[in-house]
T-cell receptor, first 112, second 114 residues
Framework: GENVEQHPSTLSVQEGDSAVIKCTYSDSASNYFPWYKQELGKRPQLIID?????GEKKDQRIAVTLNKTAKHFSLHITETQPEDSAVYFCAASMDSSYKLIFGSGTRLLVRP | EAGVAQSPRYKIIEKRQSVAFWCNPI?????LYWYQQILGQGPKLLIQ????????DSQLPKDRFSAERLKGVDSTLKIQPAKLEDSAVYLC????????????FGPGTRLTVT
């Protein structure tokens, strides 16, 4: 079945710097890749997603890129702020089931 | 709109006891998911319902876990008997239908098995 690997597991950046989180997936049939943000003790919330017919998508300070050939996708956060501190999860799914397979998470710490 | 509701928020039980969790999805959402999130890991899908039918339960430990979604609305997840390794947060999520739609998560139930 599908497997999603995510790295790094922890990332510490200075406020204002950029942060990049990378994920790889194993099943080439996967065609939908959402990113969820989970603050401590709270529920995961969707922050951005991308479908396989698109190479890049941007929403204000966050962007996601997808390389279907290499089977990897990345989350880019620019001008990081302390409120960006959270755990970020990537996920992948395909049309056969629509279920999300999550990565193991990246704990992002933005230092003021 | 109201979000996904779950109860209880916290539960502590001893191993070999049974426990049940309840989820009320967003009104009109046809698809409901139960995830298990072990500390430090990503959510893992246990079961997916489309209305009141099961779409995927391949990761559900059926010897001890069961779930139902009566009338295609509320859902319950039961564990009987519980094991220490079942300690986790159990998240319920819902989406509008079958497809790549945003999944809205509930606050979760934190289960501790002692």
């Amino acid at each position: 079945g599908e497997n999603v690997e995510q790295h790094p597991s922890t990332l510490s950046v200075q406020e204002g710097d950029s942060a990049v989180i990378k994920c790889t997936y194993s099943d080439s049939a996967s065609n939908y890749f959402p990113w969820y943000k989970q603050e401590l003790g709270k529920r995961p919330q969707l922050i951005i997603d991308i479908r396989s017919n698109v190479g890049e998508k941007k929403d204000q300070r966050i962007a996601v890129t997808l390389n279907k050939t290499a089977k990897h996708f990345s989350l880019h956060i620019t001008e990081t702020q302390p409120e960006d501190s959270a755990v970020y999860f990537c996920a992948a799914s395909m049309d056969s089931s629509y279920k999300l397979i999550f990565g193991s998470g990246t704990r992002l710490l933005v230092r003021p | 709109e109201a979000g996904v509701a779950q109860s209880p928020r916290y539960k502590i039980i001893e191993k070999r006891q049974s426990v049940a969790f309840w989820c009320n999805p967003i009104s009109g959402h046809a698809t409901l998911y139960w995830y298990q999130q072990i500390l430090g890991q990503g959510p893992k899908l246990l079961i997916q319902f489309q209305n009141n039918g099961v779409v995927d339960d391949s990761q559900l430990p059926k010897d001890r876990f069961s779930a139902e979604r009566l009338k295609g609305v509320d859902s319950t997840l039961k564990i009987q008997p519980a094991k220490l390794e079942d300690s986790a947060v159990y998240l319920c999520a819902s989406s509008t239908g079958a497809g790549h739609y945003e999944q809205y998560f509930g606050p979760g139930t934190r289960l501790t098995v002692t």
